[in-house]
């Protein structure tokens, strides 16, 4: 299993700055969602910056969530 997210921040250039439960960092650029479906709320800078982690993954509070393993494996990891 691929480690969860234990702690989020969210950017005016619509990126998630994530730690994970093994303590590696990674940066997931949501921009690319902002047109489909129930993610086109997120366009909102005010709402977007609400994200907060939820179960080990990130929520927004009309319920929209990333899937944990995406945000894992598709974030562009920080050297430590």
């Not at 990126?15 to 969602?33: A, K, P, Q």
């Not at 909102?44 to 894992?72: M, N, R, S």
Request: negative net charge; proline residues 4%; glycine residues 4%.
């Amino acid at each position: 299993m691929n480690p969860r997210v234990k702690e989020v921040k969210s950017t005016d250039d619509y990126e998630l700055m994530l730690v994970f439960t093994n303590d590696e960092r990674g940066v997931y650029d949501c921009s690319g969602l902002l047109e489909f479906g129930v993610f086109k709320e997120l366009r909102d800078k005010h709402y977007f910056k609400q994200a907060k982690v939820v179960d080990g993954t990130v929520a927004w509070p009309h319920e929209q969530d990333l899937c944990p393993d995406t945000l894992y494996l598709d974030s562009i990891k920080e050297n430590m």
